[in-house]
């Protein structure tokens, strides 16, 4: 398995509405996505986008902020809220070119996949591992929308 592109990281947040503020107001962010309800994940959510860099020989791409608040009693940032009541840092996001293949190499070596594979916030194929097995880290493993493949190439 190859690691691909940090896509996001998961800030939890309790209010979301106050927290676009905070990054707008406080960080200077300018490209923040309107809120929505994710039912399924059990969250709602919106994405800081930090600005893209072009370079002569590069091409940085902005990683995102994904901020989450959960959307009720369910929701699998409710038991992180209620030990973190302010938020913060929820998990990483990497890019795969294969999900499938990525499940089997983490199984493979023993890592606790955290339900089933079901599409994401950005709407291709995502799943999670066990903080517990990943460093300390709820880490997201996502496939690389086809649009973006060429950082693999
Ligand atoms: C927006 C949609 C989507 C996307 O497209 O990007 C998302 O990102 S959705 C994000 C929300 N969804 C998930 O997080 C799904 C996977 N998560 C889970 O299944 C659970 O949250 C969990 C990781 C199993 C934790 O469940 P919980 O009931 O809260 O706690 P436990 O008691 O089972 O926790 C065990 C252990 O792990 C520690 N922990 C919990 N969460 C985290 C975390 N985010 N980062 C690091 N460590 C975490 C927890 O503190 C416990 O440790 P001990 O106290 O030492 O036992
Ligand atoms: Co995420």
Same mark, same amino acid.
């Given at each position: 398995?190859?690691?691909?592109?940090? *896509?996001?990281?998961?800030?939890?947040?309790?209010?979301?509405?106050?927290?676009?503020?905070?990054?707008?107001?406080?960080?200077?962010? +300018?490209?923040?996505? #309107?809120?929505?309800?994710?039912?399924?994940?059990?969250?709602?959510?919106?994405?800081? *986008?930090? &600005?893209?860099?072009?370079?002569? *020989?590069? #091409?940085?791409?902005?990683?995102?902020?994904?901020?989450?608040?959960?959307?009720?009693?369910?929701?699998?940032?409710?038991?992180?809220?209620?030990?973190?009541?302010?938020?913060?840092?929820?998990?990483?996001?990497?890019?795969?070119?294969?999900?499938?293949?990525?499940?089997?190499?983490?199984?493979?070596?023993?890592?606790?996949?955290?339900?089933?594979?079901?599409?994401?916030?950005?709407?291709?194929?995502?799943?999670?591992?066990?903080?517990?097995?990943?460093?300390?880290?709820?880490? #997201?493993?996502?496939? +690389? &929308?086809?649009?973006?493949?060429?950082?693999? *190439?």
């Amino acid at each position: 398995m190859k690691l691909g592109r940090l *896509n996001h990281i998961g800030i939890a947040v309790p209010d979301i509405d106050a927290a676009i503020a905070h990054y707008r107001d406080v960080l200077g962010a +300018t490209d923040i996505t #309107e809120p929505f309800d994710l039912p399924e994940q059990g969250v709602r959510v919106c994405f800081v *986008n930090t &600005p893209t860099q072009s370079g002569p *020989n590069s #091409e940085l791409h902005g990683t995102q902020l994904e901020l989450l608040a959960p959307l009720d009693e369910n929701s699998p940032v409710h038991g992180f809220m209620q030990k973190n009541p302010a938020g913060g840092q929820h998990h990483l996001c990497f890019e795969v070119e294969d999900i499938a293949e990525a499940r089997t190499y983490f199984e493979s070596l023993g890592k606790r996949i955290l339900g089933p594979t079901r599409i994401g916030a950005h709407g291709t194929p995502i799943f999670f591992l066990h903080p517990k097995d990943m460093l300390g880290q709820l880490t #997201e493993i996502m496939e +690389t &929308p086809k649009e973006d493949a060429h950082w693999s *190439n």
